[in-house]
Nanobody, 124 residues
Framework: QVQLVESGGGLVQAGGSLRLSCAAS????????MGWFRQAPGKEREFVAS????????YYAASVKDRFTISRVNAKNTVYLQMSSLKPEDTAVYYC?????????????????WGQGTQVTVPS
């Protein structure tokens, strides 16, 4: 089993920054691809970013590329999402997801484990 706990969300003004963290417990974190997804009210869950088990490969949605950075520290069983130049359209619940022994895909159904989510609000 894998447990994921996100933290770091909050209210931030447009143009500001936040860093989300996702702490993992259980097996195989260092062998797991990790992803960040988000879901705004009334919308489907969408891909934000993903990272390979080694951290050597990262992928981003076009809407966040050059503003967000995904990273991981396997020794701490933690993955991060550094968000900058935040916009009101970034407002959503952000979820961390794990794909043990898998690839850093962009589709939610590739990930077997999910956290509870953390709210990010960027008022307009």
């Amino acid at each position: 089993q894998v447990q994921l706990v996100e933290s770091g969300g909050g209210l931030v003004q447009a143009g500001g920054s936040l860093r989300l963290s996702c702490a993992a417990s259980g097996r195989a974190f260092s062998s797991s691809a990790m992803g960040w997804f988000r879901q705004a009210p009334g919308k489907e869950r969408e891909f934000v970013a993903s990272i390979s088990w080694s951290g050597g490969s990262t992928y981003y949605a076009a809407s966040v590329k050059d503003r967000f950075t995904i990273s991981r520290v396997n020794a701490k069983n933690t993955v991060y999402l550094q968000m900058s130049s935040l916009k009101p359209e970034d407002t959503a619940v952000y979820y961390c997801a794990s794909n043990p022994y898998g690839l850093p895909k962009s589709t939610p159904n590739e990930y077997g484990y999910w956290g509870q989510g953390t709210q990010v609000t960027v008022p307009s």
